[in-house]
């Protein structure tokens, strides 16, 4: 049994999976997908090369952790920040704020352009069905709402949220998309103009 570094076999096993995932990243910030090999991984971990297998079974399983490895994160600050409010309309746009402060960490650009153009159709379902999960937050703040057409309203509300996160991608500040678009989806779902559900 090989030595472990932490307190059981399970912590090891979650530090190991970091330092690969990590020495990964580092990989492709560097020289793209071309760099990401078996052996460059192994050696940036520190780590045997046949030893990696251990923790996914292919270069594409690898890709798929880099890229998926901030959902949770994501997801869990996106509900909490739901749950920080009262009404349905402050929830909707605190949906929106805590997508684009997660944006705007530093890594979001990347990791999509990565899931855009390298990803396997077994990783980009995966990727998608956490999306999902995700926009599942804010159809349940709309259906709270009554709005009419709550499927429309939500693919628009995330069509604003997708928007200013490429925004941000580019450059924009932070406080000032944001700003823009919980502004924008305040309006949205309070337009007196809408229709409302007999």
């Given amino acids: 049994m090989p030595k472990i570094e932490a307190g059981s076999v399970r912590e090891h096993r979650a530090q190991r999976l970091a330092q690969l995932i990590d020495a990964a990243e580092e990989l492709l910030e560097e020289g793209g997908t071309d760099a990401l090999t078996a052996g460059a991984v192994a050696a940036r971990a520190g780590i045997a090369r046949n030893s990696i297998y251990r923790y996914f079974?292919?270069?594409?399983?690898?890709?798929?952790?880099?890229?998926?490895?901030?959902?949770?994160?994501?997801?869990?600050?996106?509900?909490?920040a739901i749950a920080a409010e009262i009404t349905p309309d402050a929830q909707a746009a605190a949906y929106v704020r805590a997508n684009l402060e997660q944006a705007a960490r530093g890594t979001h650009g990347w990791r999509a352009a990565l899931s855009r153009g390298s990803l396997s159709p077994s990783a980009r379902k995966r990727v998608k069905d956490l999306?999902?999960?995700?926009?599942?937050?804010?159809?349940?703040?709309?259906?709270?709402?009554g709005q009419p057409q709550p499927e429309l309203t939500v693919a628009v509300l995330q069509a604003v949220v997708d928007a200013c996160i490429r925004r941000i991608d580019q450059g924009d500040d932070l406080t000032t998309v944001s700003d823009f678009a919980a502004g924008a989806t305040r309006r949205l779902l309070t337009n007196d103009d809408l229709p409302k559900r007999p």
């Fill in 57 to 80: 079974d292919s270069i594409d399983d690898l890709l798929e952790l880099v890229v998926t490895r901030e959902f949770p994160a994501w997801i869990d600050a996106v509900e909490q």
């Fill in 131 to 145: 999306h999902i999960s995700l926009h599942e937050a804010l159809a349940r703040v709309v259906r709270e709402l």
